[in-house]
């Protein structure tokens, strides 16, 4: 009995150690945008730095969690953060009401403000914003600035762009008179990219910065609060802010930017953008031409069920812009429980939009080929599907193949519009590299030049393909 009772206790010892399951660290996912020197950028050695990466790694520290950053474009950072894409943004956002109404803001962990920059050649002239009435003033799209100055100086003509890199290249072409950024970031950016441009008044307002989350995640925003508190007690905050921003010290981000990025690791960088680009594009053109052919052929039919269905899609697409797209894509997926990667989402948009416009290619190739082809394959005793694959087809596709390939290369180049939902393409990669050597002629130049060898190849040999398919007699 009493062996009997041992074995018993030691089932029960073996059922309890492999059914308790081993502790898993915990994630903390962030997103911020790697282009907003010196808060978050990539370094000479390629890696993610700056104020709020620092600020990131110290409260995954002190959470205990194991820290995730996302880099994604400023345009679509909010909506990434409602659709459960990461956990918090810790990229220098201001505390506003409008933006409070739909997250939560921790206790703010810097302040900083809203200053006028001009040309150097302007000093004099333009004191302030005063100065400014009926003049182009550039700010980066999406930030506080824009509404401020469009609620509070309507007679100050706003210009929008992506990134400050952008606004540099204008002051310095005199399409604008003045810019507005935050006081740290200009002075750091005119620094490292040796402008000629100045202060001009003081600051026009100061504005907190705080982590945002979503609304229902309140357990995680007490533990952001927490940590923030107790890396404002230690001191952890005023290193950081020291570190990047410091009187009596030259910081990180300027030795940084001072250093020019090595050739190997711009190469490296392009290179793998543009394999990521590539495969993208490549997967997308096949998948959207597979799903083209029969919609194509569907809609080169009677007009019944299947011919309303599809045309009322593929004619929605066309419609709309694919820039939206694959904001419902990528954004709304995950409020029907479906959870996709960037990559996957990119290759699915993209691949129902190239669909849409190769069906209606397939559908003028199919209309291009006289009736009388298929009445003479008919009299030949051929079956439906033996006149269409080997009469009606070949020279359809041949009157198809040049547009086709337009719309490939077409579809190569949308593929720079998926960098707003954090797939690293070739132009992201590019925009890191500007955000650093401030010389985005040269790297513009370079990425035009990789994408024109890819596309002037595969037009040469769709040409080759539609010779060769004439030279066997698939004429219409």
């Given at each position: 009995?009493?062996?009997?009772?041992?074995?018993?206790?030691?089932?029960?010892?073996?059922?309890?150690?492999?059914?308790?399951?081993?502790?898993?660290?915990?994630?903390?996912?962030?997103?911020?945008?790697?282009?907003?020197?010196?808060?978050?950028?990539?370094?000479?050695?390629?890696?993610?730095?700056?104020?709020?990466?620092?600020?990131?790694?110290?409260?995954?520290?002190?959470?205990?969690?194991e820290?995730?950053?996302i880099?994604?474009?400023?345009?679509?950072?909010?909506?990434?953060?409602?659709?459960?894409?990461?956990?918090?943004?810790?990229?220098?956002?201001?505390?506003?009401?409008?933006?409070?109404?739909?997250?939560?803001?921790?206790?703010?962990?810097?302040?900083?403000?809203?200053?006028?920059?001009?040309?150097?050649?302007?000093?004099?002239?333009?004191?302030?914003?005063?100065?400014?009435?009926?003049?182009?003033?550039?700010?980066?799209?999406?930030?506080?600035?824009?509404?401020?100055?469009?609620?509070?100086?309507?007679?100050?003509?706003?210009?929008?762009?992506?990134?400050?890199?952008?606004?540099?290249q204008?002051?310095?072409?005199?399409?604008?008179?003045?810019?507005?950024?935050?006081?740290?970031?200009?002075?750091?950016?005119?620094?490292?990219?040796?402008?000629?441009?100045?202060?001009?008044?003081?600051?026009?307002?100061?504005?907190?910065?705080?982590?945002?989350?979503?609304?229902?995640?309140?357990?995680?925003?007490?533990?952001?609060?927490?940590?923030?508190?107790?890396?404002?007690?230690?001191?952890?905050?005023?290193?950081?802010?020291?570190?990047?921003?410091?009187?009596?010290?030259?910081?990180?981000?300027?030795?940084?930017?001072?250093?020019?990025?090595?050739?190997?690791?711009i190469?490296?960088?392009?290179?793998?953008?543009f394999?990521?680009?590539?495969?993208?594009?490549?997967?997308?053109?096949?998948?959207?031409?597979?799903?083209?052919?029969?919609v194509?052929?569907?809609?080169?039919?009677?007009?019944?069920?299947?011919?309303?269905?599809?045309?009322?899609?593929?004619?929605?697409?066309?419609?709309?812009?694919?820039?939206?797209?694959?904001?419902?894509?990528?954004?709304?997926?995950?409020?029907?429980?479906?959870?996709?990667?960037p990559?996957?989402?990119?290759?699915?948009?993209?691949?129902?939009?190239?669909?849409?416009?190769?069906?209606?290619?397939i559908?003028?190739?199919?209309?291009?080929?006289?009736?009388?082809?298929?009445?003479?394959?008919?009299?030949?005793?051929?079956?439906?599907?033996?006149?269409?694959?080997?009469?009606?087809?070949?020279?359809?596709?041949?009157?198809?193949?040049?547009?086709?390939?337009?719309?490939?290369?077409?579809?190569?180049?949308?593929?720079?519009l998926?960098?707003?939902?954090?797939?690293?393409?070739?132009?992201?990669?590019?925009?890191?590299?500007?955000?650093?050597?401030?010389?985005?002629?040269?790297?513009?130049?370079?990425?035009?030049?990789?994408?024109?060898?890819?596309?002037?190849p595969?037009?040469?040999?769709?040409?080759?393909?539609?010779?060769?398919?004439?030279?066997?007699?698939?004429?219409?």
């Amino acid at each position: 009995m009493l062996k009997k009772l041992h074995l018993f206790l030691l089932f029960l010892l073996f059922c309890l150690f492999f059914s308790t399951p081993f502790a898993e660290q915990q994630t903390l996912s962030v997103a911020l945008t790697g282009q907003y020197p010196p808060f978050s950028f990539y370094n000479v050695q390629g890696e993610l730095d700056g104020f709020d990466v620092d600020v990131s790694k110290a409260i995954a520290d002190h959470l205990g969690y194991e820290l995730e950053i996302i880099t994604t474009e400023w345009d679509g950072i909010l909506a990434g953060l409602l659709a459960n894409r990461y956990d918090a943004i810790i990229g220098s956002m201001a505390i506003t009401a409008q933006r409070a109404e739909r997250v939560s803001f921790s206790t703010p962990y810097y302040t900083s403000g809203a200053q006028v920059f001009i040309n150097l050649k302007d000093k004099g002239e333009i004191e302030g914003i005063e100065d400014l009435s009926g003049k182009r003033v550039g700010v980066v799209r999406g930030e506080t600035y824009e509404h401020f100055l469009r609620e509070n100086h309507p007679e100050v003509q706003v210009v929008t762009y992506r990134s400050t890199v952008d606004i540099f290249q204008d002051m310095n072409n005199n399409r604008l008179e003045a810019f507005l950024s935050d006081r740290l970031v200009g002075l750091h950016q005119i620094k490292s990219a040796n402008m000629p441009f100045i202060l001009a008044g003081d600051l026009l307002y100061e504005e907190q910065m705080g982590i945002p989350v979503r609304k229902q995640n309140t357990e995680l925003l007490g533990k952001i609060n927490q940590a923030l508190e107790t890396m404002e007690s230690d001191g952890t905050l005023e290193e950081i802010h020291a570190r990047y921003f410091g009187p009596a010290t030259v910081s990180i981000a300027e030795e940084g930017a001072s250093e020019s990025m090595s050739m190997g690791l711009i190469a490296s960088m392009l290179i793998q953008g543009f394999v990521i680009t590539i495969g993208v594009a490549i997967a997308s053109i096949l998948a959207g031409l597979i799903l083209a052919i029969p919609v194509g052929v569907i809609l080169h039919s009677e007009p019944r069920v299947w011919y309303t269905i599809f045309r009322s899609i593929t004619d929605f697409i066309r419609g709309t812009p694919v820039l939206i797209q694959l904001f419902f894509v990528y954004f709304g997926a995950p409020q029907l429980g479906i959870s996709l990667s960037p990559i996957a989402s990119a290759i699915i948009t993209l691949s129902l939009n190239s669909a849409a416009y190769m069906s209606e290619v397939i559908r003028s190739g199919l209309m291009a080929v006289d009736k009388g082809q298929g009445i003479a394959a008919r009299a030949l005793g051929l079956n439906r599907r033996e006149q269409f694959l080997y009469v009606v087809w070949p020279q359809a596709f041949r009157v198809a193949l040049p547009p086709l390939v337009n719309s490939a290369v077409a579809l190569l180049k949308d593929t720079a519009l998926v960098s707003v939902i954090s797939v690293n393409e070739i132009i992201t990669e590019t925009q890191s590299i500007i955000s650093v050597t401030y010389d985005p002629m040269r790297f513009y130049f370079i990425v035009a030049i990789m994408f024109f060898a890819f596309t002037y190849p595969l037009m040469q040999l769709a040409g080759k393909i539609e010779r060769n398919l004439k030279s066997k007699g698939y004429t219409v």
